[in-house]
C-alpha cells in the first residue's frame, strides 16, 4: 500500500466536490422518478407546469451533477499529481526495488475512498432535505402531490463513482509514475529554488522571477482561475435561479459554488506558497519587503483570476440563457431571462475583495516564513 488511509483522508477537496455531486443529483433523479409517477394523474390545465418541472429536474441533473462530476475527475487528477510529487522519491525507491508501475499506482486506488465518503455523505445529505424539498416543490398544487418513496436502484450513485474513480486513480497514477526511478527521486524535493537569473537592475529580477514562479506551476494556474470561474458561475446563477425557480434550487447553487470556489483557490494559493518556501526565504534574507516577494510569488496569478471569473459570467449566461430561453420556451408563462449587468457588478465586487484579501492573508503567510528553511539547500 503506496497511500495510507490517513493521506487520503486529507483531500478533503475531493470529498467536498463528490458531495455536492451526489447531493444534487439524488435528490433531483428521486425527485424526477417520483414526478413521472403521477405523469397519468396530471390534467390538461396542469400539463405545462408539470413539463416545465420535469425539464427543470433534468436540466438541473445535467448541468450541475454533470459539471461537479467533471470537477471531482479534475481534482483527483490535481490530487494525485500532487501527492506523486511530494512523495516522488519514495514512490521512486519502490520503482527502484523492482516494484513494477502497475503495482505501485495500484496503491492510489484507496483515493477512491474520500469519494466514497464524499458520496455516502451527499446521499446521507440529500435524504435529510428531501422531506423538505418535496413539501416545497408540492407548493400551490400546480400538479398532483409528489408523494416520497424510497428507490434502492439510486444506491448506484453511490457505488459506481467509488469504482469509477477508484480505477481512474490507478490510471493516473500509472502515467504519473512512468517517469525513470532514479529521476522520481531526484525530483523529490518539491520545494526548490526558482532557478532565474539575478540582473543588474532590481525592478527587472522580481519581475523575471514572477514569471519563473507563474510558468512553473501550470496546473495551479489552472486551478486559480477554475477556483474564480466557480465563484462567479455559481453566485451569479445562484441568485438568478432565484427569480426563475425555487429559492431553495438558487440557495444550493450558490453554496455549493462558494465552496467549489474556496476550496479550489485555498488549494492553489496554499501550494503557490508552500512551494515557493525557499524562493520566498531566500528573497526575505537577501532584503526583499513583504510586499514585494507577495507580489513576486502570488502577483501574477490575478491574470487567471480575472480570466476565470470572465468565462464564468459568460459560461452561467449561456447555461441559463439555453435553460430558460430555449428549453422552456415551449411552456407557457415562463419567464425570459437577459444578463443581470446589476447582479454582474455586485458579484465582481464581491470578488474583488475576497481575492485581494486571500491574497493579503497568504502575503502575510509569506511574512512568516523562516529565513533558516534555505540553509538546507
Known amino acids: 500500500m503506496t497511500v495510507s488511509f490517513k493521506d487520503a483522508l486529507k483531500f478533503i477537496g475531493i470529498i467536498i466536490t463528490v458531495c455536492c455531486a451526489i447531493f444534487v443529483c439524488n435528490l433531483f433523479l428521486n425527485y424526477g422518478i417520483d414526478l413521472n409517477a403521477v405523469a397519468d394523474a396530471v ?29 471531482s475527475a479534475v481534482l483527483l487528477v490535481f490530487y494525485i499529481g500532487h501527492y506523486i ?69 439510486l444506491l448506484l ?48 529580477f522580481l519581475t523575471e522571477l514572477a514569471f519563473n514562479v507563474f510558468k512553473g506551476r501550470k496546473l495551479l494556474v489552472f486551478f486559480v482561475g477554475f477556483g474564480c470561474f466557480c465563484f462567479s458561475t455559481m453566485t451569479q446563477m445562484g441568485l438568478s435561479m432565484r427569480d426563475y ?32 518556501a525557499k524562493t520566498i526565504a531566500m528573497l526575505k534574507a537577501n532584503g526583499y519587503s513583504m510586499k514585494e516577494t507577495g507580489l513576486a510569488v502570488l502577483g501574477l496569478y490575478h491574470i487567471p483570476a480575472v480570466i476565470g471569473f470572465a468565462i464564468g459570467s459568460v459560461y452561467q449566461w449561456g447555461v441559463l440563457d439555453v435553460m430558460i430561453n430555449i428549453v422552456f420556451s415551449s411552456v407557457e408563462g415562463t ?17 474583488v475583495v475576497a481575492y485581494e484579501g486571500l491574497n493579503v492573508i497568504y502575503t502575510l503567510l509569506i ?11
Open 43 to 71: 390534467s390538461e390545465k396542469q400539463q405545462a407546469a408539470f413539463t416545465a418541472l420535469r425539464l427543470n429536474n433534468k436540466v438541473v441533473c445535467a448541468v450541475t451533477g454533470g459539471c461537479l462530476g467533471l470537477t
Open 85 to 153: 510529487e511530494e512523495h516522488s522519491a519514495r514512490f521512486g525507491i519502490l520503482k527502484a526495488l523492482g516494484y513494477g508501475d502497475f503495482k505501485v499506482a495500484a496503491g492510489c486506488a484507496v483515493f477512491g475512498f474520500c469519494v466514497f465518503i464524499g458520496a455516502a455523505a451527499g446521499y446521507g445529505l440529500s435524504w435529510a432535505l428531501m422531506v423538505r424539498f418535496y413539501a416545497r416543490q408540492n407548493e400551490g398544487a400546480i400538479i398532483p402531490t409528489v408523494i416520497l418513496r424510497y428507490h434502492p436502484v
Open 157 to 204: 450513485t453511490v457505488i459506481l463513482p467509488t469504482l469509477f474513480y477508484s480505477a481512474l486513480s490507478v490510471l493516473i497514477a500509472y502515467f504519473k509514475l512512468k517517469a525513470p526511478a532514479l529521476t522520481l527521486i531526484k525530483g523529490g524535493d518539491r520545494r526548490r529554488l526558482a532557478k532565474v537569473k539575478k540582473p543588474k537592475e532590481h525592478g527587472s
Open 245 to 276: 425557480a425555487s429559492d431553495m434550487m438558487g440557495y444550493m447553487i450558490l453554496i455549493i459554488g462558494l465552496v467549489l470556489a474556496a476550496m479550489s483557490l485555498l488549494l492553489a494559493l496554499s501550494a503557490v506558497v508552500g512551494g515557493n
Open 335 to 351: 419567464l425570459h431571462y437577459s444578463f443581470e449587468w446589476e447582479l454582474f457588478g455586485i458579484c465582481l465586487a464581491i470578488f
Open 367 to 377: 511574512a512568516k516564513t523562516p529565513v533558516k528553511s534555505v540553509m538546507s539547500e
